[in-house]
Nanobody, 123 residues
């Protein structure tokens, strides 16, 4: 059984930074691709970023490229999302996700989801 728990969300002013964390339970974390998604009010959930099981391969949505950095620490079963230069349009609930495979793209469907953490960016 895989459980994903996000933390690090909050309220920040535009231009500020936040770092989200996702702690995973289970034995499959270190062999699985991981990702972040987000859902803004009234909108569908969208892909933000993903990285391979080793962390060597990353992919980002165009809207966050150059501002967000995804990373992982397999020894701690933890994934991170460093968010810099935040904009009001980044306001959303951010979800951690785990894939069944070691690699993932923006079109891949995760198997497991966290409960989400709210990020609010004020203008």
């Amino acid at each position: 059984q895989v459980q994903l728990v996000e933390s690090g969300g909050g309220l920040v002013q535009a231009g500020g930074s936040l770092r989200l964390s996702c702690v995973a339970s289970g034995r499959t974390f270190s062999s699985s691709a991981m990702g972040w998604f987000r859902q803004a009010p009234g909108k569908e959930r969208e892909f933000v970023a993903a990285l391979s099981w080793t962390g060597d391969t990353t992919t980002y949505a165009d809207s966050v490229k150059g501002r967000f950095t995804i990373s992982r620490n397999n020894a701690k079963n933890t994934m991170y999302l460093q968010m810099n230069s935040l904009k009001p349009e980044d306001t959303a609930v951010y979800y951690c996700a785990q894939y069944l495979w070691p690699l993932a793209s923006s079109g891949s469907s995760p198997k497991y989801w966290g409960q989400g953490t709210q990020v609010t960016v004020s203008s």
